[in-house]
């Protein structure tokens, strides 16, 4: 009877308290980027008269400008995609090679091997030793200094072995009586059925590298080869702009608050992955869930 009254359009005051409080979640999550948006896109005359609560009187991309003029801020967008790219494409390989292998019951010392990989997860040498050893690596000031050390995680092994251990025995033993090697196995088989933990681990692991500024900041000396994160982290870290970006003002015949350049750089280091993540939400639950009652 409930169900039919609703479909009339009858509901109770439970759900219009339970829309009236899901309203207010949507707004507390996406007022901060309106708020963001709207202060990068504030002219200079609106801008120093304090920060915009809604939408600027006056609009200006004066501020976008700037930053796209910063040879830094291009580069830094160049470095991290690629970072991105290549460090969770390596990271997803080698993290599901050894998962692979500790997910076999005939692997010689596994029991080793996990409790070894499980002390990773808890404990860490530090920042100085870390930084010994990337230079006895040879990996400080270098781009592989992004790629290297994050190849594995005890986390993501674990939720691909649980994914691993679903499927049946049989099937890898059929393979194997066909000519499959454990490559082929691996390859053929096993990395095709896993779309949903793939797409889990590429998240977890790209708004990771996406996001991260520390390591541009301990590793790296060479500008051009430190993330965006790492130098909005520094754009925001200054109280005004550098003379780079008071000169590309001039150039616009103009002059912009840098509190604007730093709205506008936030949204900037933002948008790529506000617009992969929507393409990729939906496998998110699927592999958490994976890793969450098998493992």
């Not at 600027?56 to 991290?80: C, R, T």
């Not at 541009?216 to 702009?241: C, H, N, W």
Request: glycine letters at 6%; charged letters at 10%; aromatic letters at 14%.
């Amino acid at each position: 009877m409930k169900a039919k009254m609703r479909k009339l359009g009858h509901y109770t005051a439970f759900d219009y308290a339970l829309a009236l409080v899901m309203a207010g979640v949507c707004f507390i999550t996406l007022y901060p980027m309106w708020y963001i948006v709207a202060n990068s896109v504030a002219a200079s005359d609106t801008a120093r008269l304090g920060a915009v609560a809604w939408w600027p009187s006056s609009v200006s991309l004066d501020s976008y400008q700037v930053v796209f003029q910063n040879e830094y801020i291009l580069s830094g967008f160049l470095v991290s995609v690629l970072r991105t790219v290549v460090a969770t494409a390596v990271h997803v390989i080698f993290t599901a090679m050894v998962a692979y292998a500790m997910s076999r019951n005939d692997l010689i010392g596994k029991k080793v091997y996990m409790k070894i990989a499980m002390v990773t997860m808890f404990f860490n040498g530090g920042l100085i030793p870390n930084f010994i050893l990337m230079l006895k690596l040879h990996l400080y000031n270098s781009f592989w200094v992004f790629v290297l050390p994050g190849m594995f995680t005890f986390y993501d092994m674990v939720v691909f072995i649980s994914f691993f251990r679903t499927i049946p025995e049989s099937l890898m033993e059929s393979a194997k009586i066909d000519g499959a090697s454990e490559y082929r196995i691996f390859w053929r088989i096993l990395m095709p059925n896993c779309k949903a933990v793939i797409a889990t681990i590429v998240l977890f692991a790209g708004v990771y590298h996406w996001n991260d500024y520390y390591q541009g900041i301990i590793y790296i000396r060479d500008k051009s080869l430190q993330p965006l994160q790492t130098i909005l982290y520094k754009v925001l870290a200054e109280s005004s702009m550098t003379s780079q970006q008071q000169q590309a003002m001039l150039a616009l015949g103009g002059s912009a608050p840098s509190v604007t350049i730093k709205f506008a750089s936030m949204v900037i280091a933002t948008l790529p992955i506000i617009c992969i993540y929507p393409f990729i939400q939906k496998y998110l639950v699927k592999g958490v869930m994976i890793g969450a009652i098998k493992g």
